[in-house]
């Protein structure tokens, strides 16, 4: 039986609530990412944040506003104000079809991995397609 554990990412980048938008949108852009789990001082899940929320968040280009001012006033929305709390999670001993049932019924993008109250991992779409592909070499041989 496939589990989570197996298939998840445990290298998860994250950021505390105190941090700030500019802070979650240049973490995006240069760990090439779309979703950020929030955690408190001791690791503890508290929330998700997704590029579709800082989008929500950012006054449109069509504004005119200059990237500088944009920055400066990415810098002053704590993600707090911003974050997703009623995130749905699973675990590391969750099995992947459970897993992969609940991301596709909910059109979700990922599923923060937690044990107990700790964030362990990331499990997203991408892992899914990297675990298709993997699948189909094996079928091809």
Same mark, same amino acid.
């Not at 001082?41 to 929500?56: A, V």
């Not at 929305?77 to 999670?89: C, F, L, N, Q, Y």
């Given at each position: ?26 973490? !995006? ?7 950020? &789990?929030?955690?408190?001082?001791? *690791?503890?899940?508290?929330? %998700?944040?997704? +590029? ?30 911003? !974050? ?7 675990? &590391?001993?969750?099995?992947?079809? *459970?897993?992969?049932?609940? %991301?596709?019924? +909910? ?35």
């Amino acid at each position: 039986m496939l589990l989570v554990k197996g298939l998840m990412t445990r290298d998860v980048f994250s950021l505390k609530k105190d941090d700030n938008l500019a802070a979650a949108r240049d973490l !995006m852009k240069l760990a090439r990412i779309r979703h950020i &789990p929030i955690v408190d001082n001791n *690791d503890n899940f508290i929330g %998700l944040i997704t +590029h579709r929320d800082i989008l929500s968040a950012t006054i449109s280009r069509l504004a005119g506003i200059a990237p500088e001012i944009q920055e400066e006033l990415d810098a002053t929305i704590p993600i707090s104000e911003i !974050m997703r709390t009623d995130v749905t999670t699973t675990t &590391p001993e969750t099995t992947l079809k *459970d897993a992969a049932s609940v %991301l596709l019924k +909910h059109k979700y993008g990922c599923l923060p991995v937690i044990d107990g109250t700790k964030l362990v991992g990331i499990l997203t779409e991408a892992d899914f397609l990297s675990l298709t592909i993997s699948l189909m070499e094996a079928l091809e041989q």
